[in-house]
């Protein structure tokens, strides 16, 4: 009988990168290794004088802080080729968040009524927009709200705001009255300095010009570039709207968020065991949802795509990164 060449060489693999074992546990036995040693150094202090240990106690804090900001960066390249880019939905209640995110995919993937506080959960959807891996978070809108359930959205969705993400700002002629204004000024000071675009949704409404100039009018240093108006209920059918949409959020948001130079820094970063490590858990979670026998079709690969693509940017940058380090020595 052929042995089960799969589980084999998954068996390798697992011991050459050691991922059985949580590094977490060796590095707090570390911590408390070198905080005892640190501690009789202290206590015993006049009757020791050995410099030798404490030469040898600032290597194995380096050692392992070097270990902990490998581990790190891998975690974060990890999930940047996982989510790809990160976009966040966000806005007062019934701006039309959730019409949005569903005019974006042509489907109803967020619940939408005339209620405010729908949406009380971070709800996030994947697309393959022009190339881009993209995940497109569908957040709570932000309110005083005595609802439980809803205020913890709110919290998520004011934790996404301090993260360094993407935002879709969603307001509406309704929303923009004086009543509201003064906590949509605070909500663009907090994404002011990030990647942000602004819809302005309703289109449709009788009085939305006129909100929206005024608005437009409220804040000078926001260029109108940045603006994008549309009514999800008007242009939900819309081919060419929805094309003109993506194309937006591509050039303002993504485009401007694709840095060569520094993305050629952080894929360097590591070595072909933080690199290995990273297609693993990657292999993990792109086949998490597949059982066995499946087939996989032109939705998986769409969907997946844009990963492969990012992996071999990477292979190539990191190959003439080692090949470099190889002739210029």
């Known amino acids: 009988m052929l042995p089960n060449l799969k589980t084999s060489f998954s068996l390798q693999i697992d011991k050459l990168l050691d991922l059985k074992k949580n590094p977490t546990l060796k590095w707090k036995k570390k911590i408390l290794e070198i905080k005892a040693v640190i501690n009789a150094e202290i206590e015993f202090s006049d009757d020791l004088d050995d410099k030798t240990t404490i030469s040898n106690l600032k290597k194995e804090i380096k050692k392992l802080r070097t270990e902990i900001l490998k581990m ?3 975690s974060k390249s990890i999930d940047k080729i996982k989510y790809g880019h990160k976009v966040i939905f966000l806005g ?6 959730s019409s949005l995110l569903n005019f974006l995919f042509q489907e109803n993937k967020s619940i939408t009524s005339r209620y405010k506080g729908t949406t009380t959960d971070q709800i996030e959807y994947s697309l393959n927009l022009l190339g881009e891996k ?7 809108g932000i309110r005083d709200s005595k609802r439980f359930v809803e205020q913890e959205g709110v919290k998520k969705t004011i934790s996404n705001i301090n993260s360094d993400n993407n935002f879709i700002l969603t307001l509406s002629p309704e929303i923009l009255s004086d009543n509201n204004l003064n906590s949509i000024d605070n909500l663009i000071s907090r994404i002011f300095k990030k990647r942000f675009i602004i819809v302005l949704n309703k289109t449709d409404l009788s009085n939305s010009k006129l909100r929206f100039d005024n608005f437009k009018k409220r804040y000078p240093r926001i260029p109108n570039s940045k603006y994008f ?8 059918s819309n081919a060419e709207k929805l094309k003109s949409f993506k194309d937006f959020i591509y050039q303002k948001l993504l485009k401007t968020n694709i840095n060569i130079n520094d993305s050629n820094k952080n894929f360097i970063i590591g070595d072909a065991e933080v690199w290995a490590n990273e297609s693993q858990a990657l292999v993990k979670d792109i086949y998490s949802t597949v059982k066995s026998g499946d087939r996989l079709g032109y939705e998986y690969i769409y969907l997946n795509f844009p990963i492969v693509k990012q992996r071999l940017y990477q292979g190539g940058i990191r190959l003439g990164h080692l090949l470099n380090e190889i002739f210029d020595n």
């Open 72 to 74: 790190i960066s891998l």
């Open 92 to 97: 007062p209640v019934n701006t039309g968040k």
């Open 134 to 140: 993209v995940t497109f978070v569908d957040s709570a």
């Open 229 to 236: 108006e549309i009514s999800c209920k008007k242009h939900y």
